[in-house]
């Protein structure tokens, strides 16, 4: 299900919905924005998390154990891998109307 919500989020034309589409129907199809920032005259800025990046990999920290011999061996850490969130942004203008969109991939670092 989540899977077909991101699928239908990818077949929007943001671009044919420029002046059209506005803040209350962005909140209302893509829920609260993370992050909303004001512009100058009136404007703003909201972004939303379309996929959220996961962790993949693991660390293992601290003394192991071998199996057969029982013996403690050290355990070296393993990479972690973050995969980038990818994000919506939109820009509305003072009576709220979408402006701008934007789509892209960043990370929490």
């Not at 990818?86 to 789509?103: C, H, I």
Request: proline share 4%.
């Amino acid at each position: 299900m989540l899977w077909a919500g991101c699928q239908a989020l990818q077949q929007v034309d943001w671009d044919e919905r420029i002046g059209r589409f506005d803040y209350e129907q962005a909140v209302v199809e893509l829920g609260l924005p993370v992050e909303e920032t004001k512009l100058s005259g009136g404007m703003r800025r909201a972004e939303w998390i379309t996929n959220s990046g996961v962790s993949i990999g693991r660390a293992l920290v601290g003394p192991g154990y071998k199996r057969r011999s029982m013996s403690v061996v050290p355990l070296e850490p393993t990479e972690i891998h973050r995969l980038r969130d990818r994000y919506l942004q939109l820009t509305f203008d003072k009576a709220g109307r979408m402006v701008a969109w934007k789509n892209g991939t960043k990370t929490e670092d």
